[in-house]
């Protein structure tokens, strides 16, 4: 009787199923924008300095006649302090953090354009330029603030929610109707059809909430730690009767669009799409049976089940 023998797969063996080379995959070119991408180039090789007459991006340059005047006059050792310290003496309040997110808003465009800075575009939707001048440009504490570079990802998340608010208003002007194959379609008026994804308009509203939530928290991060510089937490005197509002205001925002009137719309568009239900209506909301005007109810939260004394 002949023997039977067993064929021992190698260890080293690969896979049936085994996965495509980078180099076999075909990735599709994505278009930059090319604005973006200059901006992005133009602000990796800004050399930032204060009194640098030689540097064309030094805020000697860059700010106006009269207001470089003033900055040349402050001493230098100001420059150095910490940002604690800084807060401490300087106590800014609200209009303060506006006015140095806009400074440096406006010298980034001056740097990307190559121009001087505007004035106007500074105190634009939060002073008047006769408080520009008389108040801040006549206070070292508050002008070493302002020219004090903020935190890059207040500025970073700020310039994503512009870009995010862009592309909500791309989606609530489009019109939603006549749902075909997991989407919507639109008769242009040459008589084709444009059929817009929902899928991708979940994710970028999905998206634009985080980044703005992500910038209301940075904004009252600043603002609490402002109040605390202000009622003098650091003082163990004080710190038992230093009391905080429970939740700081989001100061309001000129180049942004007013949130309680937004709020309303994007809601709306949430429920249209599903955000606010569970995961089977989620993947429900791309089917063809599902018309424009029905509305889905959002499931009640149940009560917790009640642990029982034994288990204690």
Same mark, same amino acid.
């Given at each position: 009787?002949?023997?039977?023998?067993?064929?021992?797969?190698?260890?080293?063996?690969?896979?049936?199923?085994?996965? =495509?080379?980078?180099?076999?995959?075909?990735?599709?070119?994505?278009? %930059?924008?090319?604005?973006?991408?200059?901006?992005?180039?133009?602000?990796?090789? /800004?050399?930032?300095?204060?009194?640098?007459? =030689?540097?064309?991006?030094?805020?000697?340059?860059?700010?106006?006649?009269?207001?470089?005047?003033?900055?040349?006059?402050? @001493?230098?050792? $100001?420059?150095?302090?910490?940002?604690?310290?800084l807060v401490s003496l300087a106590e800014p309040?609200?209009?303060?953090?506006?006015?140095?997110?806009?400074?440096?808003?406006?010298?980034?465009?001056?740097?990307?354009?190559?121009?001087?800075?505007?004035?106007?575009? /500074?105190?634009?939707?939060?002073?008047?330029?006769? %408080?520009?001048?008389?108040?801040?440009?006549?206070?070292?504490?508050?002008? %070493?603030?302002?020219?004090? @570079?903020? &935190?890059?990802?207040?500025?970073?998340?700020?310039?994503?929610?512009?870009?995010?608010?862009?592309?909500?208003? #791309?989606?609530?002007?489009?019109?939603?109707?006549?749902?075909?194959?997991?989407? $919507?379609?639109? #008769?242009?008026? !040459?008589?084709?059809?444009?059929?817009? !994804?929902?899928?991708?308009?979940?994710?970028?509203? %999905?998206? /634009?909430?985080?980044?703005?939530?992500?910038?209301?928290?940075?904004?009252?991060?600043?603002?609490?730690?402002?109040?605390?510089?202000?009622?003098?937490?650091?003082?163990?005197?004080?710190?038992?009767?230093?009391?905080?509002?429970?939740?700081?205001?989001?100061?309001?925002?000129?180049?942004?669009?007013? +949130?309680?009137?937004?709020?309303?719309?994007?809601?709306?568009?949430?429920?249209?799409?599903?955000?606010?239900?569970?995961?089977?209506?989620?993947?429900?909301?791309?089917?063809?049976?599902?018309?424009?005007?029905?509305? /889905? #109810?959002? &499931?009640?939260?149940?009560? +917790?089940?009640?642990?029982?004394?034994?288990?204690?």
């Amino acid at each position: 009787m002949a023997e039977q023998t067993t064929k021992k797969r190698s260890t080293g063996a690969p896979p049936m199923n085994k996965p =495509k080379a980078l180099e076999d995959v075909v990735i599709s070119e994505v278009e %930059v924008d090319p604005v973006v991408e200059k901006r992005a180039a133009t602000m990796a090789e /800004i050399d930032y300095s204060i009194y640098d007459k =030689k540097n064309p991006n030094s805020l000697m340059n860059r700010c106006d006649t009269r207001t470089s005047l003033l900055i040349s006059k402050i @001493p230098q050792n $100001w420059h150095c302090v910490t940002e604690a310290k800084l807060v401490s003496l300087a106590e800014p309040e609200d209009r303060d953090v506006r006015l140095r997110l806009a400074f440096w808003e406006e010298y980034n465009r001056a740097c990307r354009t190559d121009e001087k800075m505007a004035r106007a575009r /500074i105190c634009y939707g939060i002073c008047s330029s006769e %408080v520009w001048k008389k108040y801040y440009l006549t206070n070292w504490k508050k002008l %070493v603030f302002i020219i004090r @570079p903020p &935190r890059h990802e207040m500025l970073l998340h700020k310039t994503l929610l512009l870009h995010g608010y862009d592309r909500i208003s #791309e989606i609530l002007n489009m019109p939603i109707q006549n749902k075909v194959n997991k989407g $919507w379609k639109e #008769e242009l008026p !040459n008589g084709k059809f444009k059929t817009h !994804n929902t899928h991708y308009m979940k994710v970028d509203t %999905v998206a /634009i909430r985080a980044i703005r939530d992500t910038v209301k928290m940075l904004i009252n991060m600043q603002n609490v730690y402002t109040l605390a510089a202000q009622y003098g937490v650091d003082s163990k005197e004080k710190k038992k009767h230093a009391k905080y509002p429970e939740q700081v205001p989001l100061p309001p925002d000129p180049e942004l669009p007013d +949130p309680d009137d937004l709020e309303g719309e994007i809601d709306e568009l949430e429920n249209f799409l599903g955000l606010d239900q569970d995961e089977d209506l989620e993947s429900e909301v791309g089917a063809e049976n599902i018309e424009h005007e029905e509305t /889905i #109810e959002r &499931r009640k939260p149940g009560r +917790p089940k009640k642990i029982p004394e034994s288990q204690f």
